[in-house]
């Protein structure tokens, strides 16, 4: 990731270690001299105060200022200062040391005198002339303090003279050449360190960056997988900081989003189930106003003729009112029927009815069926073989499945024809249970194959009416299987025509029927 956050804390961190760095040599190259130079000027003038004390000595005690030269001396090393006091009349040296011959320092003294009574322009021995006049950086009653320039080396001496209370007079000097030499050597050290310091904490800096942005990157991650709905993502990093605190965040938010997604998808089914069920109503009912109107108009007119026909007394013999009333009593329980069907039609299509599994014997169910169609079979003359080699167990809804079997049944005894026999067989088809009716006849034209289980389609009319048939059983048996989730079908032989049907086998093992 090219502006990670991971490289920014190394970036911004190396910056802050750079920056601290050049800081602080700007810092020393500018005003490391100058300190050192405000120090030296303390040395030189605590050597001043020791000599003065010293020498107040001297009309104290002959000795005094003997015994305090040790002590000078070492202040003198220590400070790496070259020192010489001479009495008043400059005929003897009363304190000589450091790196500069007594000789030297007497001339030295003896210039700086000279130049204090006498103006530059009358100066006019070389000894006295010097390309940079002396610099004056402190000056009181009993001595000067000066940086001056040798004109022999060109290197910058700090030199105190003066005299002291006592009347000595003293040159004190001290070269600033070491004070530039220890700050370069500073700066030069301090830039070594720095980079040092600069790789090794790049280095620590790129570790510790990478432990922090490592749980960043992890909830990035979870992030993304979120994003794509994938909510078995969670964060896994340990640790008590605010990251975890925001990774256990992540995972309570992802169980909640996924929660409240189920919740929103199942209301979202939901709705569009009721919405496809509202537009499917909306449809069966125009579709039903429609066939009922239809369907309605030939029974209503036959009502409304004979009716009509009875008022108006066309046939005075007790005989043919009779048929008059027959045919309105027969028209109206047509009707009546038609209706019933409509409304059980209406109640598998529309999901309402619900279905009770339970498992029951086939072959008991298909014998009652035929026991209560038996005067329909005697009136139509007609054979019926039931072929069955033993009991068999089917798991469905009883009720629904007995009017299948019962519109199957009905169907054939109204379309039974030539040898008129009907044939029902039960046959195990692995997991299943195939159940067939069959009826002599003439078989369904294969135009209307697929029309048969539409609702009023009738592929006789005339044959229908006279037997009372309204084109909704098979629409009923459609139904029903759709809500089994089973095969159902019709098949035309040359002698007449099959429907089937099947069921779920009952068929358990034999340790689960002991049980």
């Not at 309605?296 to 005989?319: S, V």
């Not at 309402?352 to 079979?377: A, G, W």
Request: glycine share 6%; aromatic share 12%; net charge negative.
């Amino acid at each position: 990731m090219r502006y990670s956050i991971r490289r920014q804390l190394v970036a911004i961190f190396i910056g802050i270690i750079v920056l601290i760095m050049a800081t602080i040599y700007f810092i020393n190259t500018i005003f490391l001299e100058r300190f050192y130079l405000l120090h030296k000027q303390e040395d030189l003038q605590s050597l001043y105060y020791a000599m003065e004390q010293a020498l107040y000595l001297v009309y104290l005690d002959e000795d005094g200022l003997n015994e305090e030269k040790p002590e000078l001396q070492k202040m003198i090393e220590r400070y790496n200062i070259s020192v010489l006091v001479m009495s008043i009349d400059f005929d003897e040296v009363v304190l000589h040391g450091g790196a500069n011959s007594q000789g030297f320092l007497h001339h030295l003294l003896f210039r700086h005198i000279m130049r204090s009574i006498m103006p530059p322009e009358d100066l006019f021995y070389p000894f006295f002339q010097v390309e940079h006049p002396p610099e004056i950086l402190y000056k009181s009653k009993q001595y000067e303090l000066l940086k001056v320039e040798d004109r022999l080396t060109g290197l910058d001496y700090l030199e105190k003279w003066g005299q002291f209370p006592q009347g000595f007079h003293f040159l004190i000097r001290s070269p600033l050449e070491g004070i530039r030499e220890s700050a370069a050597l500073a700066n030069n050290f301090l830039l070594y360190v720095g980079l040092v310091g600069v790789f090794v904490g790049g280095i620590l800096v790129w570790f510790f960056a990478n432990r922090i942005t490592k749980p960043l990157q992890e909830l990035a991650k979870l992030s993304r997988r979120m994003s794509t709905l994938d909510f078995e993502a969670r964060y896994k990093g340990g640790g008590n900081n605010e990251i975890t605190v925001l990774g256990y965040s992540f995972n309570q938010m992802s169980r909640q989003l996924e929660s409240t997604i189920s919740e929103l998808k199942g209301a979202n089914n939901q709705l569009i189930k009721d919405i496809e069920q509202k537009e499917k109503m909306a449809d069966m009912q125009s579709e039903l106003l429609g066939n009922v109107s239809h369907e309605l108009k030939t029974p209503i007119a036959l009502i409304q003729g004979y009716a009509q026909g009875l008022r108006e007394g066309i046939h005075e013999d007790l005989e043919n009112r009779q048929f008059y009333c027959d045919v309105i009593i027969d028209e109206t329980l047509k009707m009546n029927q038609m209706v019933k069907n409509l409304l059980t039609l209406n109640q598998l299509e529309y999901g309402s009815d619900e279905l009770q599994f339970t498992r029951f014997n086939i072959v008991e169910m298909i014998r009652s069926v035929l026991n209560s169609c038996e005067i329909l079979i005697q009136q139509a003359a007609v054979k019926v073989d039931f072929i069955v080699g033993k009991d068999l167990y089917v798991w469905a809804d009883e009720f629904k499945t007995e009017q299948v079997l019962l519109n199957y049944l009905t169907n054939a005894i109204n379309h039974v024809a030539n040898e008129k026999r009907i044939e029902i067989r039960v046959v195990p088809r692995g997991n299943v249970l195939r159940i067939s009716v069959f009826n002599s006849g003439n078989p369904i034209p294969e135009e209307d194959i697929l029309k048969i289980w539409d609702k009023f389609f009738k592929v006789d009319k005339s044959h229908s009416r006279a037997y009372g048939g309204n084109g909704i059983g098979l629409s009923i048996v459609q139904a029903i299987m759709k809500s089994f989730h089973q095969d159902y079908g019709v098949r035309n032989f040359a002698n007449g025509v099959e429907f089937w049907f099947e069921l779920d086998a009952g068929v358990i093992s034999q340790e689960v029927e002991n049980v």
